[in-house]
């Protein structure tokens, strides 16, 4: 942004100029003052002026200018450049919304999926919170399980963002025979290091896994579900469901903030997982 400063009144520079040493530092009354000349851009007649005052109009009229010119530049400038930031921000939320749409719909449960009781569910009874997301599988249920059970940090990852929850190191694209045999109990770290989250409570092979988030005292503050139902002989329909439980505060978050933050975290993670294990399981003969 710029602007201009105009720090001289516009007078002829061949006026003859009063002298202000005079004893009372007034221009005679007697004497008017000197004509301007046609082409000075004024027209005002010659008249006799106090000098004090005819200071004081040209120091204002420098200060109307400078304002003048700086308002009108910032509208100028300032308008179409706020107009832009807001066409900029609007067409970002409009094309992430259309994109959260478009992923959602890649990975949506249907309407009969979502209703069913699934495995797990009875854990928490009366949850505060659950999403369910989907993806067909063009394998059988036995081809798909092997992927699911050696999920984890640390073992073949969650074939998700490996930055995020793998420490960096990348997702197995292979079966790994040291992670395939599992028990209630068995840990699933979510992240490297981590010895508690997830357990699996719940699982019956080539059918359902359900792993949980306990409590110190053992209640179930969290569920996760993940469900495989044949659609046809090499058809498999994963279904993946998360429940939370009213007493929820990971993190000694409050609530109404972790139950904001965690649906969108949740489908980012949970598609990419999904379309991970959908590719993975696909790609073997």
Not at 53 to 74: D, E, H, P, V, Y
Not at 255 to 277: D, N, S, T, V, Y
């Amino acid at each position: 942004m710029f602007f201009m400063v105009v720090e001289e009144c516009p007078v002829n520079q061949d006026l003859d100029v009063p002298d202000l040493s005079t004893a009372e530092g007034r221009l005679p009354q007697d004497r008017p003052r000197p004509a301007l000349r046609p082409d000075s851009g004024f027209a005002t007649p010659p008249v006799p002026v106090n000098n004090s005052n005819w200071l004081l109009s040209c120091s204002s009229l420098s200060s109307n200018i400078r304002l003048g010119l700086f308002a009108k530049i910032t509208l100028t400038v300032g308008l179409p450049m706020k107009r832009k930031v807001l066409m900029v921000f609007s067409g970002t939320l409009v094309v992430l919304a259309a994109l959260a749409t478009y992923g959602s719909m890649q990975v949506r449960a249907t309407p009969s999926e979502q209703a069913q009781t699934l495995p797990g569910d009875g854990l928490i009874p009366q949850s505060i919170g659950s999403v369910n997301h989907a993806v067909t599988i063009r394998r059988p249920p036995h081809d798909v399980w092997p992927w699911l059970v050696q999920m984890g940090s640390g073992r073949a990852g969650w074939y998700a963002y490996d930055f995020i929850d793998n420490g960096g190191h990348r997702s197995a694209d292979r079966i790994l025979p040291e992670f395939q045999n599992i028990e209630a109990g068995s840990v699933f770290p979510a992240l490297p290091g981590v010895t508690d989250v997830f357990t699996v409570v719940q699982y019956e092979p080539e059918h359902s896994l359900v792993l949980s988030w306990r409590s110190p005292s053992g209640r179930y503050l969290t569920t996760w579900a993940f469900v495989l139902q044949r659609l046809q002989p090499n058809s498999t329909r994963l279904i993946v469901r998360g429940r939370v439980a009213p007493d929820y505060h990971p993190y000694g978050l409050p609530q109404w903030i972790a139950l904001l933050l965690a649906r969108p975290a949740h489908f980012i993670m949970e598609r990419k997982q999904l379309f991970g294990i959908a590719r993975r399981a696909e790609s073997l003969p």
